[in-house]
Each structure stands twice: as structure tokens, then as C-alpha cells.
């Protein structure tokens, strides 16, 4: 059997900063326990032939492109969600013709390659499919994988950070470079932390436009967001903690002109509740104890978390 080559990169939770880190606010971002990795064997037909797996080890999406043209040969799509085997494969070879522009030797040889990815979460748990799979591809191509996130997609990049950090991060945007800083984030409550799956994936990507269509000059809303980024990781008492969320989800709502997720779905809820990235989809935080699973559960949600289950 030929050398195989591995990669693999950590999923993310940002969980302060959405939206605002975008215009150069400050985010606090935790790795996860969960990613992807990719497992690259070389062969001697000049085609790249890919197969994409799930959690449970089943293929949902395969591609063969020829090379070194990489010109799409065949696709298939094995889901219920929404897109096709076209549209992700065109994805796929947009990133992957992105990182040759980047590193012109890549993927140019006479033979070709067998590539497999295999997420260890659901696809539609949001904790970063696409940008485990960019941080990847970077790595694999031995390119700087902002720059080929930001000539595939957008967004500020803080996943492409928590992909290739194993330590909580703060994250922020200079002169539009990206700016990582390890950090020591361990709450003495973490206990009383929880993380609680909304039964949708959020996309990003419309969050983001959305976004971009509300959002008036928020030089003020910026600064406070940075602060509260900070202030938590200070943050000594639980209470302390649920006061900075509140208050952070209240500017948030105020940006986007949406409503907190707990005014929307769980105003009985006992405890505070902050949406994490994009809002409407994906997971929640909740601060609560022993039976806040139970009050999810009773509402129809079944995927819960605790901190120290989800964070690496």
C-alpha cells in the first residue's frame, strides 16, 4: 500500500463576536473535540478522486476530476439537505483551484490521488464542515489558508483560527489580517455551561449578507463586544458570566435587528441563553444545572451538550 498522507483540523464555536467580528471587534472562539480530517494516498491514474464521509462512516458525496486540468469527470450526492452533487462538487474544485493559484505546483503531476474526508460530528451541527475542509486543503497544498478561504468564500476567518488552534482563542481582525492569541479560558463554572443544537443548520454565508445589510456604523457596539470578549474571560462568577451574555446578546439583536434566541423560544427558561455565529440555527449556550437537559428535551431538543463534552 502507497504512503498515505493525514491532516486533520478542529471544529469551532465562537462565542462572542458574531457579526461584529467581521468590522474588526474582538471574538472569544473555543476549538471543539469534534473536526475533520483528510487522508490523501497517492495512485497512478491521473484523476483525484474524492469521497466525502459522515460521522458514521458513510460516503455522502464522491467526485472524480481528471488532472491536471482538474476538470470535472463524475459526481454523486447521497443527502436529504439541500444542494447537489454539481453545485458541491463546483465548490470543491473552486477551493481546490484556489490553492493551485496559491501554490501552482499543486495537484500538477502525471499521477493522482485517492482523498477521503471524514467529519467526526453531524453535518448539521455547524461546527465548521467547510472550513475544517479549507484548513485542510491548505495544509495539503502548503498554503495560507485565510487567503483561500477569503478567495473561496468570506468571512472573518476566526474558524480558520480555531481549525489550527488547540487552545481557546481571542480573534480579531487588523488592517484585515487575521490576529490569534492563545488563551487560558477554563471557567470555574463550565459545569453550568451547556450547549443545546437547534435541529437547523445556519448558513453563514446568508448571515453574513444579512448582516451587511443592516448594520449601520458600529464603532460603539465594536468596542463593548471586544470588552465583554475580555470581561468573560475574567469573568469569576457564574452570575458575572450571565450578565455579559445578556448584555452581549442585546447588542447583537440591536446590529441584526433580530431577537434573542430566549425571547423567541425560551423566555420561561430559568437561566441565560446566547446564540453562537450565525444567528437562528446551529447551537446554543445556555447557563443552567442537572435539569437543564430536561427542559430542552421537553421543548423537542434533543442534542445537549456539556462544556466540557464539546470543548477541546
Given at each position: 500500500?502507497?504512503?498515505?498522507?493525514?491532516?486533520?483540523?478542529?471544529?469551532?464555536?465562537?462565542?462572542?463576536?458574531?457579526?461584529?467580528?467581521?468590522?474588526?471587534?474582538?471574538?472569544?472562539?473555543?476549538?471543539?473535540?469534534?473536526?475533520?480530517?483528510?487522508?490523501?494516498?497517492?495512485?497512478?491514474?491521473?484523476?483525484?478522486?474524492?469521497?466525502?464521509?459522515?460521522?458514521?462512516?458513510?460516503?455522502?458525496?464522491?467526485?472524480?476530476?481528471?488532472?491536471?486540468?482538474?476538470?470535472?469527470?463524475?459526481?454523486?450526492?447521497?443527502?436529504?439537505?439541500?444542494?447537489?452533487?454539481?453545485?458541491?462538487?463546483?465548490?470543491?474544485?473552486?477551493?481546490l483551484q484556489e490553492?493551485?493559484?496559491?501554490?501552482?505546483?499543486?495537484?500538477?503531476?502525471?499521477?493522482?490521488?485517492?482523498?477521503?474526508?471524514n467529519l467526526t460530528?453531524?453535518?448539521?451541527?455547524?461546527?465548521?464542515?467547510?472550513?475544517?475542509?479549507?484548513?485542510?486543503?491548505?495544509?495539503?497544498?502548503?498554503?495560507?489558508?485565510?487567503?483561500?478561504?477569503?478567495?473561496?468564500?468570506?468571512?472573518?476567518?476566526?474558524?480558520?483560527?480555531?481549525?489550527?488552534?488547540?487552545?481557546?482563542?481571542?480573534?480579531?481582525?487588523?488592517?484585515?489580517?487575521?490576529?490569534?492569541?492563545?488563551?487560558?479560558?477554563?471557567?470555574?463554572?463550565?459545569?453550568?455551561?451547556?450547549?443545546?443544537?437547534?435541529?437547523?443548520?445556519?448558513?453563514?454565508?446568508?448571515?453574513?449578507?444579512?448582516?451587511?445589510?443592516?448594520?449601520?456604523?458600529?464603532?460603539?457596539?465594536?468596542?463593548?463586544?471586544?470588552?465583554?470578549?475580555?470581561?468573560?474571560?475574567?469573568?469569576?462568577?457564574?452570575?458575572?458570566?450571565?450578565?455579559?451574555?445578556?448584555?452581549?446578546?442585546?447588542?447583537?439583536?440591536?446590529?441584526?435587528?433580530?431577537?434573542?434566541?430566549?425571547?423567541?423560544?425560551?423566555?420561561?427558561?430559568?437561566?441565560?441563553?446566547?446564540?453562537?455565529?450565525?444567528?437562528?440555527?446551529?447551537?446554543?449556550?445556555?447557563?443552567?444545572?442537572?435539569?437543564?437537559?430536561?427542559?430542552?428535551?421537553?421543548?423537542?431538543?434533543?442534542?445537549?451538550?456539556?462544556?466540557?463534552?464539546?470543548?477541546?
Amino acid at each position: 500500500m502507497s504512503e498515505l498522507n493525514r491532516f486533520y483540523s478542529n471544529g469551532k464555536l465562537l462565542l462572542t463576536g458574531e457579526y461584529l467580528v467581521l468590522d474588526g471587534a474582538t471574538a472569544l472562539a473555543v476549538p471543539t473535540k469534534f473536526g475533520q480530517d483528510l487522508i490523501i494516498e497517492k495512485i497512478k491514474e491521473p484523476q483525484l478522486i474524492w469521497g466525502s464521509f459522515t460521522h458514521t462512516g458513510e460516503c455522502w458525496f464522491e467526485a472524480i476530476f481528471d488532472l491536471p486540468k482538474l476538470r470535472l469527470a463524475n459526481a454523486t450526492f447521497n443527502s436529504d439537505q439541500e444542494g447537489s452533487a454539481e453545485f458541491i462538487a463546483e465548490t470543491l474544485q473552486t477551493i481546490l483551484q484556489e490553492a493551485r493559484k496559491l501554490n501552482t505546483d499543486f495537484l500538477q503531476s502525471e499521477t493522482g490521488f485517492v482523498v477521503n474526508t471524514n467529519l467526526t460530528f453531524p453535518r448539521d451541527w455547524g461546527l465548521g464542515s467547510s472550513s475544517t475542509l479549507i484548513n485542510n486543503i491548505a495544509q495539503w497544498a502548503e498554503v495560507n489558508a485565510f487567503a483561500l478561504l477569503w478567495n473561496s468564500f468570506s468571512g472573518s476567518g476566526y474558524d480558520i483560527a480555531n481549525a489550527q488552534n488547540d487552545t481557546p482563542i481571542l480573534y480579531r481582525l487588523e488592517d484585515s489580517q487575521p490576529k490569534a492569541e492563545q488563551i487560558n479560558f477554563n471557567p470555574s463554572f463550565k459545569d453550568q455551561l451547556y450547549f443545546v443544537h437547534l435541529n437547523k443548520k445556519q448558513n453563514s454565508r446568508d448571515g453574513i449578507s444579512r448582516y451587511k445589510e443592516n448594520r449601520t456604523s458600529a464603532e460603539n457596539e465594536n468596542k463593548r463586544i471586544s470588552e465583554i470578549s475580555v470581561e468573560i474571560l475574567k469573568a469569576k462568577t457564574l452570575q458575572v458570566f450571565e450578565e455579559l451574555i445578556v448584555e452581549h446578546e442585546q447588542i447583537v439583536s440591536r446590529t441584526v435587528k433580530l431577537k434573542p434566541i430566549k425571547e423567541e423560544l425560551f423566555s420561561d427558561y430559568f437561566g441565560a441563553i446566547k446564540s453562537l455565529g450565525a444567528w437562528g440555527g446551529d447551537f446554543i449556550l445556555a447557563t443552567g444545572d442537572e435539569s437543564t437537559p430536561d427542559y430542552f428535551k421537553a421543548k423537542g431538543y434533543h442534542t445537549i451538550l456539556s462544556y466540557s463534552e464539546m470543548v477541546l
